[in-house]
């Protein structure tokens, strides 16, 4: 059973630094890209940023350079996305993504979705 689960999620103040985690299972990490998409409260779901199968890093959310980063460790099937300097309009619901397209702002219809952790940017 193919199975993304994210973690790392909670609340923190503006400023604040989060680590996020994406486990994966059932398929071979490294054969996938892998985005983190995110939906704030109202809002439409928006892609934050992907890693390649080659470990590089692509964008989709200009409000988060220089404060996002992701990893990937293909060994232990697990991905990590590294937030610094949070603001309360990085306030949203926070999922990865397993795409053997590749990235993408717009996943292929077969990716692997988690359920996604909640963070909460607030003073």
């Known amino acids: 059973q193919r199975q993304l689960v994210e973690s790392g999620g909670g609340s923190v103040q503006p400023g604040g630094s989060l680590r996020l985690s994406c486990a994966t299972s059932?398929?071979?990490?490294?054969?996938?890209?892998i985005g983190w998409f995110r939906q704030a409260p109202g809002k439409e779901r928006e892609g934050v940023l992907c890693i390649t199968r080659g470990g590089v890093t692509k964008y989709y959310a200009d409000s988060v350079k220089g404060r996002f980063t992701i990893s990937r460790d293909n060994a232990r099937n697990t991905v990590h996305l590294q937030m610094n300097s949070l603001k309360p309009e990085d306030t949203a619901v926070y999922s990865c993504?397993?795409?053997?397209?590749?990235?993408?702002?717009?996943?292929?219809?077969?990716?692997?979705w988690g359920q996604g952790t909640q963070v909460t940017v607030s003073s």
């Open positions: 059932g398929f071979t990490l490294e054969h996938y890209a």
């Open positions: 993504t397993a795409d053997w397209a590749g990235c993408a702002r717009v996943p292929h219809v077969d990716a692997y």
